[in-house]
């Protein structure tokens, strides 16, 4: 579930900007990156997974222009308390 990190402080074109660099990472397989040079070797793995990216990408654009995105997604649930005759 999103959890907002791409509202406070980003724009839209930013968003975009950062979903779809989780979209060419996703279509080129590139998750984890590696360099290897004679005998020094490293990798590096993204801080988020690229699903994960493009969720936060989602709700950030339904939040920040919902005329174009669509409106935020809310899950609704009903409550009840106290005794209920059968």
Not at 36 to 46: E, P, R, V
Not at 74 to 83: M, R, W
């Amino acid at each position: 579930m999103a959890r907002g990190l791409f509202i406070t402080g980003f724009t839209v074109s930013e968003v975009l900007a950062i979903q779809q660099r989780a979209k060419d990472m996703l279509l080129e397989g590139k998750t984890i990156m590696s360099w290897n040079d004679a005998d020094t070797s490293t990798a590096k793995q993204f801080t988020m997974p690229v699903d994960q990216v493009l969720e936060e990408c989602g709700h950030a654009l339904r939040i920040l222009d919902p005329a174009t995105y669509g409106r935020p997604r809310i899950a609704a649930a009903s409550f009840i308390s106290g005794y209920l005759p059968k």
